[in-house]
């Protein structure tokens, strides 16, 4: 879920918005556990998830950016179709068991730093990954010139395009980026979370990453403290349940959603978009004018 | 070009593009090992091939007709009601709590009472969304799909909480409705009179729209906001308004599905169906009668998905197949310059005209 929003940041602050999240997640599940399963290396799973990912984004930023289509159409195409692809694909190794899968690792030292150690310290090799990659892609966003570019590209293509910055060389890039990425998320569910494949396993997470980016008002960093705590109330409806607290899992459930819906609407009255961080041209397909 | 000849024309894009995409996902066929004939055959005979699936086709038209037709008319003013899933759910819960509370009662007084539950409970979810959109202009795609989750949600708290059935065995199902609570069946057949729903909706909305001045008004806001603007029109009650009608449009088909298909609210009662509604919607460019057409036909590929479970077809195939289509008219609108949303008037033809359809208000140039 942390890539898939970590992703979804890239491609909105170019300017693309990707509600096919869902669909590349899915794609990148199944392609992740076939090769694995094939190979019997996690390696090789995960590359083959980063790869279908971006194919699929290929797709999407064909039709958004060079036809300059609507996104939330392609988009929605590419959730839709995504969900019928994956299960064709994964026909045939529906239950069956993963050869291989990503066991929890407690690092040393961080680990074993009481409370916080077991919980942020005790897990799977991607999700460590993740840790790393929101700052770094924070700090290539907001310091260097390729994240510059990238930005300017979501925020006045036109300035951008002035500036001798190819638009659609860094929408593209972008929205490959993060269907690599959410192809990563989707393997990091049938590789790690939950090895083996069921249609649909990813169950709306992509959804939720495209809430947590607006959660998160579309910084990296932010989106990983909103995957925590999104996270965080996931388990906390788990335990609830175990320790019997009188509150349904379906209510805990509802919080991050309302939670996201409260932020947005608040976030919306404090500001303008620029205080917000939406990128101005989200959505908008860049014409030059002749 | 007429605009006459520009529908007849974007009609036949459409047309090209449902059959690339048959041919495409044929071609998808191939390559696992199915015979591309064969499983395109056994999809369509299974969906229109008989009369049984005829009727089953219909029956499934019903609530993509309505939820396609509650992302329509909120497309008319460029607004994206992603939630029509949610709005479908609280439609559900609506006509299930008529329907448990008046369980004694006759057919002539609790399925208007059913219908006005589910119209109320369904607006009721949009305007949640709605309220926010008009006056702050806070976006509405992000909070119609946020508030599906949590009508679905709040569908399984109440069938595992308040309202699970003692009957039940603890499965999280409430209570079977009351005989009151079935809609009529035409004749012998498995037809119910809830296919009308959505011709009678098509048919009012469609006179509305084109006669009333709150449809001119319609037109207006979504052809030029600023132009609306100027001429005193209220763009954010007509946001409200609008969205109500297509949270109304959508609880109705929660009715309709809890009714007739269930008898009874449970978990799982839409395969996703306010998700296909949008493609419908886009596919069908906002068109009223285009949205009923194209329902038919996807309900059609649902249908006849069932069937190719036996050549070892898994059933969402046909979403791939969908999916597809939806692909092959988005490149046509834009390759033919035939547009997939003919009603944005003038202002925004050629390259510009997808553009408009981005909720954003326009700036003046």
Redesign the interface.
Known sequence: MLFAALGEVVAERAGVINLGIEGMMLIGAVTGFLAMNRTGSLLAGVAAALAAGAAIAAVHAFFSVTLRANQIISGLGITIAGAGLAALLGRSVVGVPARASFEDEKLPLLGSIPGIGEILFDQHVLVYLGFVLAPVVWWILRHTRLGLHLRAAGENPAAADAMGVSVTLYRYGAVLFGGALAGLAGASFSLAESPGWSEGMTAGRGWIALALVIFATWSPLRVLLGAYFFGALDVLAFRAQIIGVDVPSTVLGMIPYIATLVVLVVVTLLGTRKRLGAPDALGVPYVRDG | MTSFRRSLRSFGVQLLAVAVGLALSGL?LAT?GVSPYEGLSSLLRGAFGSEFALTQTALKTIPLALTGLAVAVCLRMRL?NIGAEGQFHAGAIGATWAALTFSTASAPVLLPLMVGAAMVAGAAWALIAAI?RAL????E???T???N??AI??V??LV??PWRSAESFNFPVTDVFGPGAFLPRLGESLLHVGVFFPLVAAGILLLVLQRSKWGFEVRMIGASPEAARVAGMSTARNIVVIMLVGGALAGVAGMVEVSMSFGRLRQGISPGYG??A??IA?LAGASLLGTLGVAFLFAGFVVGGFGLQTL?????????????I??CA??G???TGAR?TPWIPGRFRG??R??A??K?EPSIP
């Open positions: 998808v696992i994206w926010p702050w202009g806070v976006n795609i992000i909070t799909l946020l508030l989750y949590v949600l709040a399984v708290y595992t909480g998700y296909m949008i493609l886009a070892g077809v898994p059933q969402s195939f046909v979403l791939l197949l969908q999916g597809l939806l692909f988005l490149a609108s834009t390759l997939l390259r510009h997808l553009e359809l981005e954003e």
